[in-house]
């Protein structure tokens, strides 16, 4: 079984390699992609979800967490009623930022003195922390403005005091480049599956390969490996470019990052040959990848955040394997997370890819006899 397997892997290795427009295709642009988006990508935020910590019970603090409360960028979600409380909520991604506002806040602005508010920001997602930073500073100018024209007084009112976790300087391409590594192993596997069975059929030598003594499982499985090769190596590629040519950190395990990779790509390997046993000719398969690559990148949090899509769309990113990767490749980068963060990420695209291959493997069954 082994060696048939591995004599329709090299036939298929043979056949990709062998045609100078397939070896640039592979190689030219993701190296052209990774540094476009290396250097020139940015996004937009709509929403800002947001905890407070308020220390103070005196009427500047709640006049201006009132401005908060008010503004239609923030979403409140939590009140903090303790220092510990503030690190879940970040980490688990319920809130862009806490809001803390010390004892001492009402009291130092009646004498005069600058009230500080300390800002901590989610600096995973340098964009979107930089935006919301923006969005708390119009406001405390604007309860400054206030508070000046009521009380009087040649001190600025209240002080931000910020605080950037994982992000420290909220470099937008320590949050961008990661997310590359996902964003260009789907299109490279789903390139070479999407096309290994159409090919087949348009070059003639489908026919061929019914009458070989191998099992349909078997073919399934020779024809899987090399678009697993190619992307695990795609991956690598990027991801060595990530570090040592962007200088991006990487905090966490490759053991755990590169479990992720085998995953995404077992799950882009199924829908990739799922595709191509339903295409007749290339351009099908193509087309059929084109059809799913755009909706899984737009709904995968690339380029805007899950969170401000409608809640019918949010259902429907639970089907797409990069939604899981991406949250993987970035918070092992940033966070240096580990399996017992990561694991309720891995076992969703393991069964996208199980359900897949299997669906794969029927059509194709279906297609021989």
Do not use: C
């Not at 056949?15 to 190689?27: D, E, G, H, S």
């Not at 005069?112 to 995973?124: M, S, T, W, Y």
């Not at 489908?206 to 073919?219: A, Y």
């Not at 399934?220 to 678009?227: A, C, D, E, R, V």
């Amino acid at each position: 079984m082994l060696r048939k397997i591995f004599a329709l892997m090299k036939k298929e290795f043979r056949t990709i390699l062998k045609n100078k427009k397939t070896r640039m295709v592979l190689i030219i642009p993701p190296i052209a992609q990774i540094l476009v988006f290396g250097y020139s990508a940015s996004f937009d935020l709509n929403n800002v979800s947001y905890a407070v910590y308020n220390e103070d019970s005196g009427l500047a603090s709640r006049q201006l967490l009132a401005r908060f409360r008010g503004a239609q960028a923030f979403h409140f979600v939590d009140t903090v009623n303790h220092g510990d409380g503030i690190a879940p909520l970040i980490n688990e991604k319920k809130v862009m930022l806490v809001l803390h506002i010390g004892p001492d806040f009402t009291r130092n602005l009646s004498k005069g003195l600058p009230g500080k508010i300390q800002v901590i920001l989610d600096g995973r997602n340098s964009n979107s922390a930089m935006i919301s930073l923006n969005y708390v500073r119009n406001i405390v100018m604007g309860f400054n403005t206030h508070w000046t024209a009521i009380h009087g007084g040649r001190h600025v009112p209240g002080q931000l005091v910020v605080s950037s976790w994982f992000n420290s300087s909220l470099d937008s391409h320590w949050f961008i480049i990661p997310g590359i590594v996902a964003l260009l192993a789907l299109v490279v596997t789903l390139e070479v599956t999407a096309l290994s069975v159409a090919k087949e059929r348009e070059a003639g030598t489908f026919d061929q390969l019914l009458v070989t003594p191998m099992t349909p499982l078997e073919i399934l499985i020779g024809k899987s490996l090399p678009g697993f090769i190619i992307g695990f190596i795609e991956a690598t590629f990027i991801i060595g470019m990530t570090i040592l040519w962007f200088h991006v950190p990487f905090r966490g395990s490759f053991l755990v990052l590169y479990v992720g990779i085998f995953a995404f790509l077992l799950s882009a390997i199924g829908i990739g040959l799922m595709i191509s046993s339903i295409s007749i000719t290339q351009q099908q398969g193509l087309m059929g990848a084109f059809l799913f690559l755009v909706p899984a990148v737009i709904l995968s949090g690339f380029a805007t955040p899950i969170e401000n899509m409608p809640q019918f769309v949010q259902y429907i990113t639970y089907l797409n394997p990069m939604r899981y990767f991406l949250i993987i490749v970035r918070s092992t980068f940033l966070e240096g997370a580990s399996f017992g963060l990561l694991w309720n990420l891995y076992w969703p695209m393991v069964l996208i890819g199980i359900a897949t291959l299997t669906a794969a493997g029927l059509l194709f069954r279906n297609r021989m006899y």
